[in-house]
């Protein structure tokens, strides 16, 4: 019940655990089509250029980057937590120009931030914001800053990491660029993949860059010959095979149930979860409307020693939860509510330890 | 049988099934631990910086190179298949300057040619060179290679992913200061993770650098912080954790077996292959002094139909050879005995099915 890996059902684990083939089979050239497909329906998109990067999130992200960044670019990067952050180091070592736009730890982006520098900063090339930020659990209004982003002919970079499968994601009705996720939030698949779709707008930029993608790796235009080619598919490099079996069983799962229903599950159980959090005495750091139903961030309360309580929940109850990354380290714990994680069970296991652990002191000591 | 992905083991794909752990979590700390001193004992060195990356083999060719050249700097490339002219292709992009010395397809690089080149072409700070040619089935002497480039000062990058395992690598003896693996070669792991090691001058180097590396990614300075911090653990990515599961248990079975009598299989058995395909009539493309008993690369006889052949075989015998790559389209079949897939048994069974196949028509026609 960390912020990820989230727990993977035995029904993905047995998948992943099938026999190798190789990563050119006519059999597994089929699977990479439809895991394609599963990834647009939970993108909500039409994306051609939609495929899970072989790689965990933060490669997923850089190769947003990478792809869409060249030197001396202006990028402005929404920053309210250790993502937006990452991202502004990317743009820098890209050797583009970051604009910031920040908001408090804990609150979400204002759109109203981004427009006045949209405005004040002429020639924004991309506008790059996170969706759920993980170290916050804060959920911002990326809609909204991708529909400003395109009044000002900039391209978005949105990092859906956290939000694909536990809240709404539509990339399509955004008119979002890039967006990357990675497989262990609310998939439910063992980290190692990061899902990426890039707009036709995207593509056809890539193509007209002035400067080659600085990674080879990367290059969406490389890429495409293996995970899309229209006819023969040419090698690139050698694709994760077990894990493509897992991400493809996730995702079988979680369009199963529905992404209606995956997102309405989210809500319902996590309301739970805070109730019971605030029943204990613990205050939940972000604001009703931009709280993210898969990650509840709580305050540590005063006198209580953060990492004291997450070592007992792991060794006493075997329950991990996560601490607090950045400004937040020693100040808050991060309670996962993701993917098959995501039950009434969970929460009342993770109420009862925590609540244990709280009122009673260390048993070792 | 092809280039890889090799087969799996039960033994490894149970293991990589098991239920997830946080990344964090203290048991898959001294997890990676123990799989970064497996990996040291597989590349025969005693290098701190040697460690998965989170990404296929040509990921971990990225991460040697972004991290090993600047903007400017001359680059040796050796290349006399694929992945050299990969390489190239990485340096370019990186904004070094690639200096290529070639050997044509199907021979290994001389390192006379280097040492002319070295001579001629003063300050290359880095050589370049692929160990085991998987587009050809070539060892290339990367020890002399190695040693020539420490006399002229260049650091050195070595490919490693067909030869770790299946032959000795051994980087220390060599003084090679990064080389990169694959899992899905002769370690028999699924594909999705780039063994790598950096020697203590590589890693000053990197601090040393003019410039930031240009992937936050891949930059070891960062990830040394994750990978072989000496006490806290410092979050960087979220660590592919099945995938570490199969890689330490395919390490495990190849360290039981023992470096070295996996080194003899290779070669006791390929032996028999090469006998039987020159019963069969083929020729062996590569001069035996150098050739890669776990990757055997053989002529398509004249008028015989390449594509025609490998999809009989997977079609009606299950079973997987590779084709040629680049200039050997076509025109080759790599036939791979790696890892867990060198037997005795597949050996016979792809003489006969081979043999089935060039001797009788297309049964479907």
Redesign the interface.
């Known amino acids: 019940m960390?912020p990820?890996?989230?727990?993977?059902s035995h029904r993905v684990?047995?998948a992943?655990?099938?026999?190798?083939?190789?990563?050119l089979?006519?059999q597994f050239i089929k699977l990479m089509d439809k895991v394609n497909d599963q990834l647009r329906s939970c993108f909500q998109s039409k994306n051609k250029m939609t495929f899970p990067i072989?790689?965990?999130?933060?490669?997923g992200?850089?190769a947003c980057f990478?792809n869409l960044v060249e030197p001396g670019d202006k990028v402005l990067v929404c920053r309210n937590g250790v993502f937006g952050e990452?991202m502004r180091?990317?743009v820098?070592?890209?050797?583009g120009e970051p604009i910031i736009v920040d908001a408090e730890w804990g609150k979400p982006i204002d759109p109203a931030d981004v427009e006045r520098e949209l405005k004040k900063s002429v020639g924004v090339k991309v506008v790059a914001a996170v969706h759920a930020e993980t170290s916050t659990g804060v959920m911002s209004d990326v809609g909204a800053i991708c529909a400003l982003s395109r009044r000002y002919d900039a391209l978005t970079i949105v990092d859906c990491v956290t939000s694909l499968g536990g809240v709404p994601v539509d990339v399509d009705g955004w008119q979002c660029d890039a967006v990357y996720s990675?497989t262990?939030k609310c998939l439910s698949a063992?980290?190692?993949l990061s899902p990426v779709s890039f707009s036709t707008r995207a593509v056809e930029h890539v193509k007209n860059r002035r400067t080659?993608?600085?990674?080879?790796?990367y290059d969406i235009g490389l890429l495409s010959e293996y995970w899309s080619g229209e006819t023969k598919r040419t090698?690139?490099?050698?694709?994760?095979?077990?894990?493509i079996y897992?991400l493809h069983e996730a995702l079988t799962a979680l369009l199963e149930e529905g992404l209606s229903k995956s997102w309405s599950r989210h809500r319902t159980i996590s309301s739970k979860l805070i109730s019971g959090l605030e029943g204990l005495g613990l205050d939940v750091l972000v604001e009703p409307a931009s709280r993210l139903p898969q990650l509840t961030v709580v305050k540590v309360p005063d006198g209580v020693n953060d990492s004291e309580i997450r070592t007992r929940l792991?060794d006493e109850f075997d329950l991990?939860i996560g601490g607090g990354?950045g400004q937040f380290a020693g100040k808050a714990w991060r309670i996962g509510l993701m993917g098959h994680g995501c039950t009434l069970d969970n929460v009342d296991y993770c109420l009862s330890s925590l609540g244990d652990c709280l009122r009673s002191p260390d048993s070792s000591k």
Do not use: C, N
Not at 235 to 243: E, L
């Open positions: 960390g990820g890996p989230s727990p993977v684990l047995h992943m655990s099938q026999s190798m083939v190789g990563h089979d006519p072989s790689g965990p999130g933060t490669a992200m850089e990478a990452r180091h990317m820098q070592r890209l050797g990675g262990q063992p980290p190692g080659k993608v600085v990674s080879w790796f090698y690139h490099h050698t694709a994760p095979i077990s894990m897992a792991l991990e990354l």
